[in-house]
Protein backbone atom coordinates (compact mmCIF):
# COMPACT_ATOMS: atom_id res chain seq x y z
CA UNK A 1 0.00 0.00 0.00
CA UNK A 2 1.36 3.52 -1.23
CA UNK A 3 1.35 6.63 1.28
CA UNK A 4 -1.83 8.34 -0.72
CA UNK A 5 -3.75 5.09 0.01
CA UNK A 6 -2.65 4.93 3.52
CA UNK A 7 -3.79 8.84 3.71
CA UNK A 8 -6.91 7.68 2.00
CA UNK A 9 -7.91 4.96 4.22
CA UNK A 10 -6.95 6.78 7.64
CA UNK A 11 -9.74 9.61 6.45
CA UNK A 12 -11.63 7.20 4.77
CA UNK A 13 -11.61 3.77 6.70
CA UNK A 14 -15.00 2.57 6.42
CA UNK A 15 -15.42 3.75 2.43
CA UNK A 16 -15.02 0.24 0.58
CA UNK A 17 -16.66 0.44 -2.49
CA UNK A 18 -15.11 1.87 -5.16
CA UNK A 19 -16.24 4.83 -7.85
CA UNK A 20 -16.75 1.27 -10.51
CA UNK A 21 -19.19 -0.18 -7.92
CA UNK A 22 -21.16 3.07 -7.82
CA UNK A 23 -21.64 3.15 -11.68
CA UNK A 24 -23.04 0.00 -11.72
CA UNK A 25 -25.13 0.87 -8.83
CA UNK A 26 -26.32 4.09 -10.68
CA UNK A 27 -26.45 2.85 -13.93
CA UNK A 28 -27.29 5.07 -17.24
CA UNK A 29 -31.13 5.72 -17.69
CA UNK A 30 -33.13 3.89 -19.77
CA UNK A 31 -34.96 6.82 -21.87
CA UNK A 32 -35.26 7.10 -25.85
CA UNK A 33 -32.82 9.10 -27.49
CA UNK A 34 -33.38 12.62 -27.17
CA UNK A 35 -35.09 12.57 -23.68
CA UNK A 36 -34.00 15.03 -21.26
CA UNK A 37 -33.16 14.86 -17.59
CA UNK A 38 -33.25 17.46 -15.90
CA UNK A 39 -33.14 18.89 -11.84
CA UNK A 40 -34.18 21.73 -9.68
CA UNK A 41 -32.02 21.35 -7.13
CA UNK A 42 -33.24 24.06 -4.01
CA UNK A 43 -31.18 24.43 -0.90
CA UNK A 44 -33.62 24.61 2.23
CA UNK A 45 -33.12 28.20 3.38
CA UNK A 46 -36.40 30.02 2.75
CA UNK A 47 -38.79 31.01 0.32
CA UNK A 48 -38.94 29.83 -3.71
CA UNK A 49 -37.75 32.28 -5.35
CA UNK A 50 -39.61 33.58 -8.57
CA UNK A 51 -36.14 33.19 -10.15
CA UNK A 52 -35.68 29.33 -8.98
CA UNK A 53 -39.57 28.90 -10.42
CA UNK A 54 -38.88 29.95 -13.95
CA UNK A 55 -35.90 28.00 -13.94
CA UNK A 56 -38.00 24.56 -12.30
CA UNK A 57 -40.89 25.62 -15.41
CA UNK A 58 -38.47 25.52 -17.94
CA UNK A 59 -36.40 22.80 -16.79
CA UNK A 60 -39.43 20.55 -16.15
CA UNK A 61 -40.68 21.39 -19.40
CA UNK A 62 -37.84 20.24 -21.56
CA UNK A 63 -37.79 16.88 -19.56
CA UNK A 64 -41.88 16.66 -19.95
CA UNK A 65 -41.65 16.93 -23.97
CA UNK A 66 -38.77 14.89 -24.36
CA UNK A 67 -40.42 12.18 -22.45
CA UNK A 68 -37.48 12.70 -19.83
CA UNK A 69 -37.12 12.88 -16.28
CA UNK A 70 -37.44 15.60 -13.77
CA UNK A 71 -35.97 15.52 -10.36
CA UNK A 72 -36.00 17.53 -7.49
CA UNK A 73 -32.54 17.12 -5.20
CA UNK A 74 -32.65 18.90 -1.66
CA UNK A 75 -28.70 20.40 -1.56
CA UNK A 76 -28.81 20.68 2.32
CA UNK A 77 -24.64 21.11 2.73
CA UNK A 78 -24.76 24.72 4.15
CA UNK A 79 -26.22 23.34 7.40
CA UNK A 80 -25.88 26.66 8.77
CA UNK A 81 -28.66 28.43 6.53
CA UNK A 82 -30.68 25.35 6.42
CA UNK A 83 -34.34 26.22 7.52
CA UNK A 84 -36.26 23.42 8.70
CA UNK A 85 -39.42 21.92 6.68
CA UNK A 86 -38.45 24.81 4.09
CA UNK A 87 -37.85 22.04 1.31
CA UNK A 88 -40.86 20.61 1.92
CA UNK A 89 -42.49 23.80 1.59
CA UNK A 90 -40.68 24.39 -1.76
CA UNK A 91 -41.97 21.06 -3.26
CA UNK A 92 -45.66 22.20 -1.89
CA UNK A 93 -44.95 25.61 -3.79
CA UNK A 94 -43.95 23.54 -7.36
CA UNK A 95 -47.02 21.25 -6.90
CA UNK A 96 -49.48 24.46 -6.58
CA UNK A 97 -47.74 25.44 -9.83
CA UNK A 98 -48.71 21.87 -11.44
CA UNK A 99 -45.01 21.11 -11.51
CA UNK A 100 -44.17 17.78 -9.88
CA UNK A 101 -41.11 16.18 -10.29
CA UNK A 102 -41.10 12.35 -11.47
CA UNK A 103 -38.65 12.07 -8.65
CA UNK A 104 -37.62 13.82 -5.17
CA UNK A 105 -36.47 13.25 -1.97
CA UNK A 106 -39.81 12.60 -0.75
CA UNK A 107 -39.44 8.99 -2.07
CA UNK A 108 -37.08 6.17 -3.13
CA UNK A 109 -35.53 6.53 -6.25
CA UNK A 110 -33.01 4.25 -7.41
CA UNK A 111 -30.50 7.44 -8.00
CA UNK A 112 -30.98 8.91 -4.68
CA UNK A 113 -30.93 9.41 -2.13
CA UNK A 114 -31.75 12.70 -3.43
CA UNK A 115 -30.67 14.46 -0.23
CA UNK A 116 -27.28 15.85 -0.23
CA UNK A 117 -26.73 15.10 3.53
CA UNK A 118 -27.17 11.75 3.11
CA UNK A 119 -25.11 11.23 0.30
CA UNK A 120 -22.08 11.12 1.87
CA UNK A 121 -20.73 7.84 1.30
CA UNK A 122 -20.94 8.63 -2.37
CA UNK A 123 -18.92 11.63 -1.63
CA UNK A 124 -16.30 10.34 -0.08
CA UNK A 125 -16.02 7.13 -1.89
CA UNK A 126 -14.58 9.30 -5.22
CA UNK A 127 -12.91 11.44 -2.92
CA UNK A 128 -10.65 8.61 -1.51
CA UNK A 129 -10.06 7.39 -5.33
CA UNK A 130 -9.37 11.45 -5.90
CA UNK A 131 -6.87 11.14 -3.44
CA UNK A 132 -5.26 8.36 -4.13
CA UNK A 133 -5.07 9.43 -7.66
CA UNK A 134 -3.37 12.90 -6.24
CA UNK A 135 -6.46 14.70 -8.00
CA UNK A 136 -7.55 15.84 -4.38
CA UNK A 137 -5.40 16.56 -0.74
CA UNK A 138 -6.03 17.76 2.74
CA UNK A 139 -5.71 20.90 3.54
CA UNK A 140 -4.59 21.67 7.29
CA UNK A 141 -4.52 26.21 6.81
CA UNK A 142 -6.43 27.71 9.76
CA UNK A 143 -8.60 30.71 9.34
CA UNK A 144 -5.91 32.90 10.47
CA UNK A 145 -3.06 31.02 7.71
CA UNK A 146 -6.62 32.15 4.63
CA UNK A 147 -6.59 35.16 5.93
CA UNK A 148 -2.79 36.11 5.50
CA UNK A 149 -2.31 34.49 2.14
CA UNK A 150 -5.70 36.46 0.64
CA UNK A 151 -4.08 40.05 3.11
CA UNK A 152 -0.70 39.25 0.77
CA UNK A 153 -2.48 38.78 -2.37
CA UNK A 154 -4.58 41.71 -1.92
CA UNK A 155 -1.41 43.70 -0.94
CA UNK A 156 0.88 42.73 -4.30
CA UNK A 157 -2.86 43.14 -6.18
CA UNK A 158 -2.53 39.31 -7.40
CA UNK A 159 -5.35 36.98 -7.63
CA UNK A 160 -7.12 35.86 -4.71
CA UNK A 161 -7.59 32.61 -3.54
CA UNK A 162 -5.50 28.68 -2.86
CA UNK A 163 -3.68 28.58 -5.89
CA UNK A 164 0.17 27.77 -7.05
CA UNK A 165 2.80 28.94 -4.31
CA UNK A 166 -0.21 29.98 -2.32
CA UNK A 167 -1.13 26.64 -1.91
CA UNK A 168 0.78 25.47 0.78
CA UNK A 169 -1.01 22.14 1.48
CA UNK A 170 -0.46 20.80 -1.67
CA UNK A 171 3.26 20.45 -1.33
CA UNK A 172 3.26 18.93 2.07
CA UNK A 173 5.21 15.08 1.70
CA UNK A 174 3.20 12.45 2.18
CA UNK A 175 4.34 11.74 5.10
CA UNK A 176 3.80 14.40 7.06
CA UNK A 177 0.37 14.88 5.80
CA UNK A 178 -0.28 10.91 7.30
CA UNK A 179 1.35 12.23 10.37
CA UNK A 180 -1.11 15.33 11.12
CA UNK A 181 -3.99 13.06 10.18
CA UNK A 182 -3.30 10.59 12.80
CA UNK A 183 -2.59 13.30 15.39
CA UNK A 184 -6.09 14.44 14.76
CA UNK A 185 -5.61 17.92 12.98
CA UNK A 186 -8.39 19.52 11.83
CA UNK A 187 -8.95 19.34 7.86
CA UNK A 188 -10.58 20.08 4.60
CA UNK A 189 -10.11 18.05 1.03
CA UNK A 190 -9.06 20.53 -1.99
CA UNK A 191 -9.20 19.74 -5.65
CA UNK A 192 -5.98 19.71 -6.87
CA UNK A 193 -6.44 22.01 -9.64
CA UNK A 194 -4.26 20.98 -13.43
CA UNK A 195 -5.44 24.90 -14.77
CA UNK A 196 -3.16 26.92 -16.39
CA UNK A 197 -3.82 31.15 -16.00
CA UNK A 198 -3.13 31.26 -19.69
CA UNK A 199 -5.26 28.50 -20.65
CA UNK A 200 -8.68 29.30 -21.66
CA UNK A 201 -11.65 26.17 -21.90
CA UNK A 202 -15.10 26.11 -23.61
CA UNK A 203 -18.35 24.75 -23.48
CA UNK A 204 -21.42 24.68 -25.76
CA UNK A 205 -24.38 25.99 -23.76
CA UNK A 206 -28.11 25.02 -25.41
CA UNK A 207 -28.80 28.60 -24.94
CA UNK A 208 -25.61 30.94 -25.67
CA UNK A 209 -23.87 28.63 -27.74
CA UNK A 210 -19.64 28.49 -27.44
CA UNK A 211 -18.41 30.38 -24.63
CA UNK A 212 -15.05 30.52 -23.22
CA UNK A 213 -13.32 31.39 -19.91
CA UNK A 214 -9.65 30.88 -18.58
CA UNK A 215 -9.09 28.10 -16.75
CA UNK A 216 -9.47 27.33 -13.64
CA UNK A 217 -6.34 27.35 -11.33
CA UNK A 218 -7.79 27.50 -7.75
CA UNK A 219 -7.41 24.47 -5.35
CA UNK A 220 -10.89 24.36 -4.19
CA UNK A 221 -12.46 22.75 -1.24
CA UNK A 222 -14.44 19.90 -1.97
CA UNK A 223 -15.04 18.65 1.34
CA UNK A 224 -15.59 20.51 4.51
CA UNK A 225 -14.28 20.04 8.13
CA UNK A 226 -18.16 18.56 9.16
CA UNK A 227 -17.19 15.75 6.22
CA UNK A 228 -19.83 17.43 3.81
CA UNK A 229 -19.44 18.34 0.15
CA UNK A 230 -19.43 22.12 -0.84
CA UNK A 231 -21.60 23.00 -3.70
CA UNK A 232 -18.83 23.12 -6.73
CA UNK A 233 -17.93 18.84 -6.22
CA UNK A 234 -21.44 18.02 -4.95
CA UNK A 235 -22.91 18.91 -8.14
CA UNK A 236 -20.88 17.17 -10.12
CA UNK A 237 -21.12 14.20 -8.56
CA UNK A 238 -24.50 14.27 -8.92
CA UNK A 239 -25.38 15.30 -12.16
CA UNK A 240 -22.93 12.91 -12.48
CA UNK A 241 -24.51 9.22 -11.05
CA UNK A 242 -28.10 10.80 -11.52
CA UNK A 243 -27.32 10.60 -15.10
CA UNK A 244 -28.44 14.90 -15.27
CA UNK A 245 -28.06 15.66 -19.40
CA UNK A 246 -29.08 18.96 -19.34
CA UNK A 247 -27.36 21.23 -16.18
CA UNK A 248 -30.38 24.00 -15.80
CA UNK A 249 -29.50 26.91 -14.38
CA UNK A 250 -28.94 30.96 -13.45
CA UNK A 251 -26.58 32.87 -15.51
CA UNK A 252 -25.00 33.93 -12.33
CA UNK A 253 -23.21 30.05 -12.32
CA UNK A 254 -21.29 30.62 -15.89
CA UNK A 255 -18.41 31.84 -14.39
CA UNK A 256 -18.23 28.50 -12.16
CA UNK A 257 -18.58 26.50 -14.93
CA UNK A 258 -14.87 25.92 -15.53
CA UNK A 259 -14.27 24.65 -11.78
CA UNK A 260 -17.34 21.83 -12.70
CA UNK A 261 -16.30 21.24 -16.31
CA UNK A 262 -12.49 20.39 -14.73
CA UNK A 263 -13.44 18.15 -12.04
CA UNK A 264 -15.80 16.42 -14.93
CA UNK A 265 -12.66 16.13 -16.88
CA UNK A 266 -10.73 14.57 -14.17
CA UNK A 267 -12.68 12.13 -13.44
CA UNK A 268 -13.15 10.96 -16.70
CA UNK A 269 -17.17 11.57 -16.43
CA UNK A 270 -18.91 12.96 -19.86
CA UNK A 271 -19.97 16.82 -19.30
CA UNK A 272 -23.57 17.14 -19.08
CA UNK A 273 -24.99 19.94 -21.37
CA UNK A 274 -25.42 23.10 -19.27
CA UNK A 275 -28.26 25.87 -20.00
CA UNK A 276 -28.04 29.35 -18.36
CA UNK A 277 -30.96 31.05 -18.01
CA UNK A 278 -31.47 34.67 -18.36
CA UNK A 279 -31.51 36.15 -14.53
CA UNK A 280 -34.99 37.95 -13.82
CA UNK A 281 -34.38 41.33 -13.43
CA UNK A 282 -36.03 44.81 -12.21
CA UNK A 283 -35.92 48.07 -12.56
CA UNK A 284 -34.70 50.39 -9.74
CA UNK A 285 -34.06 54.10 -10.26
CA UNK A 286 -34.00 53.52 -13.85
CA UNK A 287 -30.83 51.00 -13.27
CA UNK A 288 -31.10 47.13 -14.13
CA UNK A 289 -30.60 44.48 -10.96
CA UNK A 290 -31.11 41.12 -9.86
CA UNK A 291 -34.73 40.35 -8.58
CA UNK A 292 -33.55 40.55 -4.88
CA UNK A 293 -35.32 38.48 -1.91
CA UNK A 294 -34.14 40.96 0.30
CA UNK A 295 -35.56 44.33 -1.45
CA UNK A 296 -38.66 42.52 -3.40
CA UNK A 297 -41.77 40.87 -2.10
CA UNK A 298 -42.21 39.80 -5.50
CA UNK A 299 -39.29 37.83 -5.40
CA UNK A 300 -41.19 35.24 -3.44
CA UNK A 301 -43.74 33.29 -4.96
CA UNK A 302 -45.95 33.48 -1.74
CA UNK A 303 -46.24 37.16 -3.06
CA UNK A 304 -48.51 35.53 -6.11
CA UNK A 305 -50.14 32.80 -4.22
CA UNK A 306 -50.69 35.09 -1.24
CA UNK A 307 -52.49 38.33 -3.92
CA UNK A 308 -54.67 35.29 -5.59
CA UNK A 309 -52.88 35.88 -8.68
CA UNK A 310 -54.48 32.76 -11.28
CA UNK A 311 -51.47 30.27 -11.02
CA UNK A 312 -52.17 30.05 -14.93
CA UNK A 313 -51.50 33.89 -15.71
CA UNK A 314 -48.27 33.52 -13.71
CA UNK A 315 -47.00 30.65 -15.71
CA UNK A 316 -48.23 31.97 -18.22
CA UNK A 317 -45.99 35.67 -17.81
CA UNK A 318 -43.24 33.21 -17.05
CA UNK A 319 -43.85 31.20 -20.36
CA UNK A 320 -42.94 34.70 -22.11
CA UNK A 321 -40.03 35.33 -20.62
CA UNK A 322 -38.85 31.61 -21.22
CA UNK A 323 -39.47 32.17 -25.35
CA UNK A 324 -39.23 34.81 -27.52
CA UNK A 325 -42.12 33.01 -29.74
CA UNK A 326 -44.46 32.13 -27.01
CA UNK A 327 -46.37 35.52 -26.98
CA UNK A 328 -46.81 35.50 -30.66
CA UNK A 329 -48.24 31.75 -30.50
CA UNK A 330 -50.27 32.55 -27.93
CA UNK A 331 -51.82 35.30 -30.09
CA UNK A 332 -52.66 32.56 -32.49
CA UNK A 333 -53.73 30.14 -29.99
CA UNK A 334 -55.45 32.16 -27.36
CA UNK A 335 -57.96 29.49 -25.44
CA UNK A 336 -54.74 26.83 -25.68
CA UNK A 337 -53.28 25.38 -22.95
CA UNK A 338 -49.75 26.96 -22.46
CA UNK A 339 -48.48 23.41 -22.13
CA UNK A 340 -48.95 22.90 -26.21
CA UNK A 341 -46.21 25.10 -26.57
CA UNK A 342 -42.72 23.39 -27.10
CA UNK A 343 -40.24 25.46 -25.79
CA UNK A 344 -36.46 25.58 -27.34
CA UNK A 345 -33.66 26.17 -26.11
CA UNK A 346 -32.39 28.43 -29.16
CA UNK A 347 -35.63 30.73 -28.27
CA UNK A 348 -34.65 32.07 -25.24
CA UNK A 349 -33.11 35.35 -24.44
CA UNK A 350 -29.52 36.28 -23.94
CA UNK A 351 -30.13 39.21 -21.74
CA UNK A 352 -31.57 39.16 -18.24
CA UNK A 353 -35.42 39.72 -18.46
CA UNK A 354 -36.70 42.26 -16.97
CA UNK A 355 -39.80 41.97 -14.50
CA UNK A 356 -42.98 42.98 -15.53
CA UNK A 357 -45.65 43.18 -12.75
CA UNK A 358 -47.82 45.05 -15.21
CA UNK A 359 -47.92 41.75 -17.86
CA UNK A 360 -48.65 40.14 -15.46
CA UNK A 361 -51.72 41.67 -14.33
CA UNK A 362 -52.87 42.09 -18.11
CA UNK A 363 -52.19 38.32 -18.68
CA UNK A 364 -53.99 37.39 -15.59
CA UNK A 365 -57.28 39.29 -16.54
CA UNK A 366 -56.99 37.69 -19.89
CA UNK A 367 -56.85 34.36 -17.82
CA UNK A 368 -59.54 35.01 -15.43
CA UNK A 369 -61.71 36.42 -18.04
CA UNK A 370 -61.50 33.18 -20.60
CA UNK A 371 -61.85 30.79 -17.46
CA UNK A 372 -65.85 29.27 -17.06
CA UNK A 373 -67.26 30.73 -13.96
CA UNK A 374 -67.53 27.08 -12.48
CA UNK A 375 -63.45 26.87 -12.72
CA UNK A 376 -63.09 30.35 -11.71
CA UNK A 377 -65.48 29.70 -8.61
CA UNK A 378 -63.26 26.84 -7.46
CA UNK A 379 -60.02 28.40 -7.71
CA UNK A 380 -61.62 30.99 -5.80
CA UNK A 381 -62.84 29.38 -3.07
CA UNK A 382 -59.49 27.45 -2.76
CA UNK A 383 -57.38 30.74 -2.75
CA UNK A 384 -60.10 32.32 -0.37
CA UNK A 385 -60.08 29.19 1.74
CA UNK A 386 -56.62 29.70 2.50
CA UNK A 387 -56.08 33.53 2.32
CA UNK A 388 -59.66 35.50 2.59
CA UNK A 389 -62.05 33.73 4.65
CA UNK A 390 -64.80 36.50 4.22
CA UNK A 391 -64.82 35.76 0.31
CA UNK A 392 -65.00 31.84 1.58
CA UNK A 393 -68.15 32.54 3.30
CA UNK A 394 -69.59 34.44 0.70
CA UNK A 395 -69.21 31.74 -2.13
CA UNK A 396 -70.60 28.48 0.45
CA UNK A 397 -73.49 30.70 1.20
CA UNK A 398 -74.79 30.38 -2.14
CA UNK A 399 -72.20 28.88 -4.65
CA UNK A 400 -74.63 29.13 -7.88
CA UNK A 401 -75.59 32.54 -7.17
CA UNK A 402 -71.75 33.81 -6.79
CA UNK A 403 -71.48 31.38 -10.00
CA UNK A 404 -74.22 33.51 -11.77
CA UNK A 405 -72.41 36.73 -10.99
CA UNK A 406 -69.14 35.77 -11.72
CA UNK A 407 -70.76 34.14 -15.08
CA UNK A 408 -71.51 38.36 -16.35
CA UNK A 409 -70.46 39.11 -19.27
CA UNK A 410 -68.32 35.91 -19.19
CA UNK A 411 -69.98 33.89 -22.29
CA UNK A 412 -69.19 35.93 -25.20
CA UNK A 413 -66.85 36.86 -28.22
CA UNK A 414 -65.07 39.07 -26.07
CA UNK A 415 -65.79 38.45 -22.24
CA UNK A 416 -65.01 41.06 -19.84
CA UNK A 417 -61.65 41.91 -17.53
CA UNK A 418 -63.59 42.47 -14.69
CA UNK A 419 -60.82 40.43 -12.30
CA UNK A 420 -57.20 40.91 -11.89
CA UNK A 421 -56.57 38.48 -9.05
CA UNK A 422 -59.03 36.25 -6.68
CA UNK A 423 -57.84 39.52 -3.96
CA UNK A 424 -60.23 41.58 -5.78
CA UNK A 425 -63.50 39.98 -5.91
CA UNK A 426 -64.35 40.52 -3.01
CA UNK A 427 -64.59 44.24 -2.90
CA UNK A 428 -65.81 43.81 -6.73
CA UNK A 429 -68.73 41.84 -6.06
CA UNK A 430 -69.39 42.28 -2.68
CA UNK A 431 -72.35 45.17 -3.26
CA UNK A 432 -74.40 41.93 -4.62
CA UNK A 433 -75.04 40.77 -0.87
CA UNK A 434 -77.82 42.89 0.83
CA UNK A 435 -75.41 43.01 4.21
CA UNK A 436 -72.50 44.84 2.26
CA UNK A 437 -74.92 46.61 0.16
CA UNK A 438 -76.92 48.03 3.20
CA UNK A 439 -73.46 48.91 4.73
CA UNK A 440 -72.16 50.66 2.03
CA UNK A 441 -75.03 52.49 1.15
CA UNK A 442 -74.98 54.57 4.29
CA UNK A 443 -72.75 57.12 1.99
CA UNK A 444 -73.88 57.73 -1.23
CA UNK A 445 -71.39 58.95 -3.84
CA UNK A 446 -73.99 60.66 -6.34
CA UNK A 447 -72.99 63.42 -8.79
CA UNK A 448 -72.83 66.69 -6.75
CA UNK A 449 -73.71 68.16 -10.15
CA UNK A 450 -77.29 66.43 -9.06
CA UNK A 451 -79.92 67.59 -6.46
CA UNK A 452 -81.46 65.25 -3.97
CA UNK A 453 -85.02 66.47 -5.19
CA UNK A 454 -83.83 65.32 -9.22
CA UNK A 455 -82.24 61.71 -8.03
CA UNK A 456 -85.44 60.93 -5.29
CA UNK A 457 -87.77 62.20 -8.79
CA UNK A 458 -85.61 59.52 -11.13
CA UNK A 459 -85.68 56.98 -8.64
CA UNK A 460 -89.16 57.48 -7.91
CA UNK A 461 -89.79 56.84 -11.49
CA UNK A 462 -87.54 54.06 -12.44
CA UNK A 463 -89.11 51.72 -10.22
CA UNK A 464 -92.56 51.74 -11.09
CA UNK A 465 -91.13 50.50 -13.90
CA UNK A 466 -88.11 48.45 -14.12
CA UNK A 467 -87.98 47.15 -17.28
CA UNK A 468 -86.41 43.79 -16.02
CA UNK A 469 -88.60 42.27 -17.83
CA UNK A 470 -86.98 43.37 -21.47
CA UNK A 471 -84.32 41.67 -22.95
CA UNK A 472 -80.96 44.34 -22.66
CA UNK A 473 -81.60 46.38 -25.41
CA UNK A 474 -84.97 46.84 -25.23
CA UNK A 475 -84.18 47.74 -21.37
CA UNK A 476 -81.29 50.29 -22.13
CA UNK A 477 -84.25 51.84 -24.23
CA UNK A 478 -86.42 52.35 -21.87
CA UNK A 479 -84.23 53.69 -19.45
CA UNK A 480 -82.61 55.86 -22.51
CA UNK A 481 -85.98 57.03 -23.16
CA UNK A 482 -86.63 58.25 -19.32
CA UNK A 483 -83.77 60.15 -19.28
CA UNK A 484 -84.18 61.78 -22.51
CA UNK A 485 -87.78 63.12 -20.97
CA UNK A 486 -85.70 64.28 -18.35
CA UNK A 487 -83.30 66.66 -20.55
CA UNK A 488 -80.66 64.22 -20.53
CA UNK A 489 -78.84 64.28 -23.46
CA UNK A 490 -79.19 60.55 -25.43
CA UNK A 491 -74.92 60.29 -25.62
CA UNK A 492 -72.22 61.68 -23.80
CA UNK A 493 -70.44 63.65 -27.17
CA UNK A 494 -73.84 65.57 -27.35
CA UNK A 495 -73.65 66.43 -23.71
CA UNK A 496 -69.67 67.04 -24.36
CA UNK A 497 -70.66 69.09 -27.57
CA UNK A 498 -73.72 71.26 -25.97
CA UNK A 499 -72.88 71.15 -21.92
CA UNK A 500 -75.34 73.93 -21.51
CA UNK A 501 -78.43 72.47 -22.66
CA UNK A 502 -78.55 69.04 -20.94
CA UNK A 503 -78.80 68.12 -17.33
CA UNK A 504 -76.18 65.50 -18.05
CA UNK A 505 -76.32 62.24 -20.18
CA UNK A 506 -77.88 59.28 -20.55
CA UNK A 507 -74.75 57.61 -18.28
CA UNK A 508 -75.40 60.34 -16.13
CA UNK A 509 -78.92 59.16 -15.66
CA UNK A 510 -77.83 55.36 -15.17
CA UNK A 511 -75.02 55.98 -12.67
CA UNK A 512 -77.72 57.76 -10.29
CA UNK A 513 -79.79 54.40 -10.86
CA UNK A 514 -76.92 52.12 -10.36
CA UNK A 515 -75.22 53.82 -6.98
CA UNK A 516 -79.44 53.47 -5.94
CA UNK A 517 -79.34 49.79 -6.39
CA UNK A 518 -75.66 48.75 -5.85
CA UNK A 519 -74.06 51.19 -3.89
CA UNK A 520 -70.93 52.28 -5.87
CA UNK A 521 -70.60 53.78 -9.57
CA UNK A 522 -68.98 51.25 -11.35
CA UNK A 523 -70.11 47.42 -11.26
CA UNK A 524 -69.94 44.61 -13.73
CA UNK A 525 -72.52 44.87 -17.20
CA UNK A 526 -75.35 46.50 -14.96
CA UNK A 527 -78.21 44.90 -16.73
CA UNK A 528 -77.03 41.46 -15.60
CA UNK A 529 -76.36 42.48 -12.09
CA UNK A 530 -80.21 44.23 -12.02
CA UNK A 531 -81.06 40.92 -13.57
CA UNK A 532 -79.48 38.82 -10.93
CA UNK A 533 -80.52 40.87 -7.93
CA UNK A 534 -83.86 40.55 -9.31
CA UNK A 535 -87.51 42.53 -9.45
CA UNK A 536 -88.07 42.45 -5.78
CA UNK A 537 -84.50 43.15 -4.51
CA UNK A 538 -84.28 46.32 -6.93
CA UNK A 539 -87.52 47.80 -5.58
CA UNK A 540 -85.85 47.21 -1.97
CA UNK A 541 -82.70 49.07 -2.23
CA UNK A 542 -83.88 51.83 -4.72
CA UNK A 543 -86.66 52.52 -1.81
CA UNK A 544 -84.30 52.16 0.97
CA UNK A 545 -81.97 54.58 -0.73
CA UNK A 546 -85.03 57.15 -2.00
CA UNK A 547 -85.64 56.80 2.73
CA UNK A 548 -81.89 57.78 2.92
CA UNK A 549 -82.06 60.80 0.63
Same mark, same amino acid.
Given at each position: ??? *? /? #? %??N?????I?? @???? &??I???????????????F?????????T???????V?????????G????????????????G???????????F???????????????????????????T?? *? /? #? %??S??????F? @???D &??D????Q?????L??????????????????????K??????????S????????????????T?????N???I????????????????????????T???????? #???????L?????L??????????????????G???K??????EE??????????Y??????E??M?????NF??W???????????????F????L???????????SI??D??????????????LA?????????????E??R?????????G???????K?Y???A?????????Y??N?Y??????????R??K??I???L??????????????E?????????V??????R??????N???????????A???R???C??????????V??I??Q???V??????????
Amino acid at each position: MNK *K /E #M %IANAIFPDIKK @SVLD &LEIEFPKRNLKEGAIVTRFAPSPTGFLHTGSLFTSLVSWRFAKQTEGVFFLRLEDTDQKREIKGSGDKVIEQLKTFGIEPDESYLEESMYGPLIQSERKEIYHTVI *K /E #M %IISGDAYPCFC @SHDD &LADIRRYQEDNKLLPGYYGEFATCRHLNDDEVLDRIKKGDDFVIRFKSNGQADQRVSFDDAIRGTIEFPENILDIVIMKTDQLPTYHFAHVVDDHFMRTTHVTRGEEW #MSSAPIHLEIFDRLNWTRPIYAHFPVIMKLDDGKRRKLSKRKDEEASVDYFLEKGYPIEGFLEYLMTLANSNFEEWRIENPQANIFDFDLSFNKMSLDGALFDIEKIKSISKDRLSLMNAHDFTDNALAYARQYEPKLEEMIEIDRQYFEDIINIGRDQEKPRKDYEKYADVYDIVAFMYDKNFYDMIEELPFNERFSKDLIKEILDEYIEDTGLNLDQNEWFSALKDKAVKRNFAPRPKDYKKNPDQYIGHVGDYAEIVRIAACGKPDTPNFYDVLKILGQKRVVERISYTINLL
